[in-house]
């Protein structure tokens, strides 16, 4: 059965930092490649980020591209998404996902929200 438990989000500040962490388990976490998105109130799920399988090659949207880093630890079974100079436009639930061929496995999501 495939599971994440998605941690980390919260309120922080603008331009504070956090960071998100997805563990997963039921699937062989290291042959998945894995991407991070993001669902903020009134708007559609866009992609924020990708991480090979391996973890050699990543890539980023353009709204956080330079502030975000996306990385993995294969022997955890782990995601993370962390978290720079963060904006209100950043206010979201983040969901993680799992992605191999046809296979696509979502995380339940957690809810970052930036205000003063």
């Known amino acids: 059965q495939v599971q994440f438990v998605e941690s980390g989000g919260g309120l922080v500040q603008p331009g504070g930092s956090l960071r998100l962490s997805c563990a997963a388990s039921?699937?062989?976490?290291?042959?998945?490649?894995m991407r991070w998105y993001r669902q903020a109130p009134g708007k559609e799920r866009e992609w924020v980020a990708s991480i090979s399988n391996s973890g050699g090659l990543t890539q980023y949207a353009d709204s956080v591209k330079g502030r975000f880093i996306i990385s993995r630890d294969n022997a955890k079974n782990t995601l993370y998404l962390e978290m720079n100079s963060l904006k209100s436009e950043d206010t979201a639930v983040y969901y993680c996902k799992a992605h191999w061929y046809d296979n696509d496995y979502w995380g339940q999501g957690t809810q970052v929200t930036v205000s003063s």
């Open positions: 039921g699937f062989t976490f290291r042959t998945y490649e």
